[in-house]
């Protein structure tokens, strides 16, 4: 059985990627801040060379880098990491198209699913279709629920799920280069994927994409490394939860 799609792995990676980098910043501005001191004091002759840099910098101009490293760092970060989780939803939903053959044999196997058969066949086949054929009675609602129900069992195709095929086509123009925007991330997995809706999961979305707006286009030049740290967590959590969605009702084999 599946556990993660692909996409989510190549996410993970990423998003660990970053944490480790992170993780070894964390630990060499404190080493280099020892090391000017202890130079400083003359217990030892120079700090060592930078790797790509040639020599090492000028004491008071890594000390006033180094103020701002964990800003710095947390916005380089955020912004890397939602670029990741973009292609994420772009990457997962191709994926599901390729699961079943690509996106022309998943339309056909849509269309074949909610296939219209002609009035005497179907109600032949339906005939519980006839009391829900009328406008809506408040006192036959128990009778509608039967009939309902009774349809369910048979493999009927309601309305709401004729428009699949046609809906799988938007899905696509909706994850293509030229049809994607971050602003419809929440679009496609709720509306698109059918994922039930989450306000937490929309709000945040929505919160770290105008923070990524903001900093791209220099309107925000603080966003701390512990709260950057913090949303990639989130980001990682969503997708998971996607993910999960995804493997549960889209990556079967039906044909």
């Given at each position: 059985?599946?556990?993660?799609?692909?996409?989510?792995?190549?996410?993970?990676?990423?998003?660990?990627?970053?944490?480790?980098?992170?993780?070894?910043?964390?630990?060499?501005?404190?080493?280099l801040n020892a090391?000017?001191?202890?130079?400083?004091?003359?217990?030892?002759?120079?700090?060592?060379?930078?790797?790509?840099?040639?020599?090492?910098?000028?004491?008071?101009?890594?000390?006033?880098?180094?103020?701002?490293?964990?800003?710095?760092?947390?916005?380089?970060?955020?912004?890397?990491?939602?670029?990741?989780?973009?292609?994420?939803?772009?990457?997962?939903?191709?994926?599901?198209?390729?699961?079943?053959?690509?996106?022309?044999?998943?339309?056909?196997?849509?269309?074949?699913r909610s296939r219209?058969?002609?009035?005497?066949?179907?109600?032949?086949?339906?005939?519980?279709?006839?009391?829900?054929?009328?406008?809506?009675?408040?006192?036959?609602?128990?009778?509608?629920?039967?009939?309902?129900?009774?349809?369910?069992?048979?493999?009927?195709?309601?309305?709401?799920?004729?428009?699949?095929?046609?809906?799988?086509?938007?899905?696509?123009e909706a994850i293509?280069?030229?049809?994607?925007?971050?602003?419809?991330?929440?679009?496609?997995?709720?509306?698109?994927?059918?994922?039930?809706?989450?306000?937490?999961?929309?709000?945040?979305?929505?919160?770290?994409?105008?923070?990524?707006?903001?900093?791209?286009?220099?309107?925000?030049?603080?966003?701390?490394?512990?709260?950057?740290?913090?949303?990639?967590?989130?980001?990682?959590?969503?997708?998971?939860?996607?993910?999960?969605?995804?493997?549960?009702?889209?990556?079967?084999?039906?044909?």
């Amino acid at each position: 059985m599946l556990i993660n799609s692909k996409s989510y792995l190549l996410l993970r990676s990423y998003i660990q990627e970053s944490l480790d980098y992170a993780y070894l910043t964390c630990h060499a501005v404190p080493a280099l801040n020892a090391y000017i001191k202890a130079v400083e004091k003359g217990s030892a002759q120079k700090i060592p060379n930078p790797d790509h840099f040639g020599q090492p910098g000028d004491h008071s101009r890594l000390k006033q880098i180094k103020e701002s490293y964990k800003d710095s760092l947390g916005r380089f970060m955020l912004i890397s990491t939602f670029s990741h989780f973009e292609a994420y939803v772009q990457d997962v939903v191709s994926e599901i198209f390729d699961f079943h053959g690509g996106l022309a044999s998943l339309h056909s196997l849509a269309k074949r699913r909610s296939r219209v058969e002609t009035r005497s066949d179907r109600l032949a086949k339906f005939p519980e279709i006839k009391p829900l054929s009328e406008s809506r009675k408040s006192g036959k609602q128990e009778k509608y629920r039967k009939s309902i129900n009774q349809l369910e069992s048979k493999g009927f195709a309601f309305p709401s799920q004729m428009a699949s095929a046609y809906g799988f086509q938007k899905l696509a123009e909706a994850i293509s280069k030229s049809g994607f925007r971050a602003s419809r991330i929440c679009e496609i997995v709720f509306d698109g994927l059918g994922m039930p809706h989450d306000v937490e999961i929309e709000d945040n979305i929505s919160r770290i994409r105008g923070v990524r707006n903001d900093i791209a286009h220099g309107r925000r030049r603080e966003y701390h490394l512990s709260k950057s740290i913090d949303d990639m967590k989130l980001m990682r959590k969503y997708a998971l939860l996607i993910d999960q969605h995804i493997i549960d009702y889209f990556l079967l084999i039906e044909d």
